[in-house]
């Protein structure tokens, strides 16, 4: 088991050196930094002089592995665009970006699996067919659009939602939270459904397709013979044997609710890292975009790793198999 774990670990290191060195060739082919960060008063020695002091006169493999030595302690320097530290821009726009994503992630488990249970249990009703069409819908319509929609229904229209921004927040030391005011979670209900559409379609299916395996498993006919109610067949056996797929997309799915929640965030103006990551693209923030992908990079990874490792603890097999 030990060594299983040490296998992971080392190629996720390997992973994210990879990524470091896209993140690094973004620094140093994206832009000239001195370029960026200079006015036009700056004189030419002023120049070689910042040049010299953020170490762009070294050579290749030194300057990589200082930029691999600073991203592991957290120091991803300094923001073109307004002079402060990369690493807190990331941490005021990470809360709201959490809070964005945790919403998501239990509207699509509270709504995904009951959808999923139902339309496996109750084949060809009229109610199966339209979640069945409202599933397709939502993998066909990108995000964008569904936050447009949202908006011109529940804010243009019907005035009863926020079409933008977080609302207020309330500091609970660094962390910011917008679930203890009125406004703050009223703010989240647009931009939660939006973001989770896709998610609950993935899993209203991945758990309509394992119900429909189980159900035809042997110790489902046996419970059933044994004159077991429905209802404890349903959602105490077969649906305990739904779960395991469904953790583990959703805890992979996370990642990708952060690293895409940027399309969502700028259609509602969300303060989050993907607002905070488009303006670094518009203004050619080249520290900020490269912090972002490392930190978003690291997530993937470290989530990817811990659900490898936990089969590895449950399933004796899988370690087997990697030997």
């Known amino acids: 088991m030990l060594v299983f774990i040490i296998k992971r670990l080392a190629n996720a290191a390997m992973v994210m050196l990879a990524v470091a060195l896209l993140a690094f060739m973004i620094f140093r082919f994206a832009g000239d930094p001195v370029e960026l960060m200079a006015n036009e008063q700056m004189s030419q020695i002023d120049r070689d002089a910042l040049r010299e002091r953020l170490g762009l006169n070294d050579g290749f493999i030194t300057q990589y592995a200082r930029f691999v030595s600073d991203a592991v302690q957290g120091n991803f320097g300094i923001s073109y665009r307004n002079g402060q530290e990369v690493l807190g821009l990331i941490a005021e726009s990470f809360p709201a970006t959490m809070e964005l994503v945790i919403v998501a992630t239990l509207l699509s488990l509270?709504?995904?699996?009951?959808?999923?249970?139902?339309?496996?249990?109750?084949?060809?009703?009229?109610?199966?067919?339209?979640?069945?069409?409202?599933?397709?819908?939502?993998?066909?319509?990108?995000?964008?659009?569904?936050?447009?929609?949202?908006?011109?229904?529940?804010?243009?229209?019907?005035?009863?939602?926020?079409?933008?921004?977080?609302?207020?927040?309330?500091?609970?030391?660094?962390?910011?939270?917008?679930?203890?005011?009125?406004?703050?979670?009223?703010?989240?209900?647009?931009?939660?459904?939006?973001?989770?559409?896709?998610?609950?379609?993935?899993?209203?299916?991945?758990?309509?397709?394992?119900?429909?395996?189980?159900?035809?498993?042997?110790?489902?006919?046996?419970?059933?013979?044994?004159?077991?109610?429905?209802?404890?067949?349903?959602?105490?056996?077969?649906?305990?044997?739904?779960?395991?797929?469904?953790?583990?997309?959703?805890?992979?799915?996370?990642?990708?609710?952060?690293?895409?929640?940027?399309?969502?965030?700028?259609?509602?103006?969300?303060?989050?890292?993907?607002?905070?990551?488009?303006?670094?693209?518009?203004?050619?923030?080249?520290?900020v975009m490269a912090a972002y992908l490392c930190i978003v990079s690291f997530i993937f990874v470290a989530l990817n790793t811990l659900v490898d490792i936990t089969y590895a603890v449950i399933d004796p097999r899988l370690r087997a198999l990697t030997r």
């Open 110 to 287: 509270i709504i995904g699996i009951p959808m999923g249970v139902i339309t496996a249990i109750h084949r060809g009703k009229w109610y199966t067919e339209l979640f069945q069409f409202t599933s397709i819908i939502g993998v066909s319509l990108p995000s964008f659009v569904v936050g447009i929609l949202l908006i011109l229904l529940f804010s243009v229209t019907l005035g009863w939602l926020p079409a933008f921004g977080r609302g207020d927040v309330v500091q609970l030391g660094w962390w910011s939270t917008g679930f203890l005011t009125h406004s703050g979670r009223m703010a989240l209900i647009l931009p939660s459904i939006a973001l989770s559409l896709y998610q609950i379609t993935l899993i209203m299916r991945l758990v309509r397709a394992e119900m429909l395996e189980t159900l035809r498993s042997d110790f489902v006919k046996f419970a059933r013979a044994r004159g077991i109610p429905r209802y404890r067949i349903y959602f105490r056996h077969a649906l305990r044997n739904c779960l395991m797929p469904v953790v583990t997309m959703t805890a992979m799915n996370i990642g990708s609710l952060i690293a895409f929640a940027l399309i969502t965030e700028t259609v509602f103006q969300w303060p989050g890292m993907g607002m905070l990551f488009i303006q670094a693209v518009t203004f050619i923030d080249i520290p």
